[in-house]
């Protein structure tokens, strides 16, 4: 039912007289009209949410672009920690057999390459100071057990006692017959 055949033709004119052009009316006890201005609102409010929604989902896209990048500098701040501590083990390893090295030359090697093959890495230490220790028992040890790989020290003299002079028993030159005299009486 419709509002003109509730309230009669003639009725229904006077009224729309009255109200306008503009005006609306309509029966709304089956619940299908609600004012304009709360639909206006009601669309309004999810115009609203709808554009929230919208900036939301922006902004996580934008966060999870972010997070995505701090992943991967993460990752790539990891890997360099990584390739630092390598780094840093193969200087303290170059320095340590440097110093070994060093160390075995004093030695008085055939050949220092010879020598490090026998050496117990892990026994060897390299103090703050720089000195080297743990090698210094390996190295007389070596030498007992393989004299070979070391150069046998030329020492002065015979091995006799003190003042004998060198091994090297030519005498010198006699130019004359006081010089050989003097060199018969002094042995």
Do not use: C
Not at 134 to 151: D, N, R
């Amino acid at each position: 039912m419709d509002l003109k055949e509730l309230l009669g033709e003639d009725l229904y004119n006077q009224l729309m007289q009255k109200l306008g052009d503009k005006a609306k009316i309509a029966i709304v006890s089956d619940g299908n009209w609600i004012p304009k201005e709360k639909f206006d609102e009601a669309n309004n409010e999810r115009k609203q949410y709808k554009q929230q929604v919208e900036d939301l989902n922006k902004k996580l896209g934008e966060l999870q672009n972010v997070i995505k990048d701090n992943e991967e500098a993460a990752k790539t701040i990891d890997t360099l920690k990584k390739q630092i501590a390598e780094k840093e083990d193969e200087l303290n390893n170059t320095r340590k057999m440097n110093a070994i090295k060093l160390e075995v030359l004093k030695a008085n090697p055939n050949d220092v390459n010879d020598i490090i093959p026998h050496l117990k890495q892990d026994a060897i230490n390299i103090a703050d100071d720089g000195t080297v220790l743990g090698l210094e028992e390996q190295i007389k040890a070596l030498k007992e057990s393989k004299p070979y790989l070391f150069k046998e020290v030329d020492l002065n003299g015979t091995g006799g006692s003190v003042g004998n002079g060198p091994k090297d028993k030519t005498p010198p030159a006699v130019n004359n017959l006081a010089d050989a005299l003097k060199q018969y009486y002094q042995k």
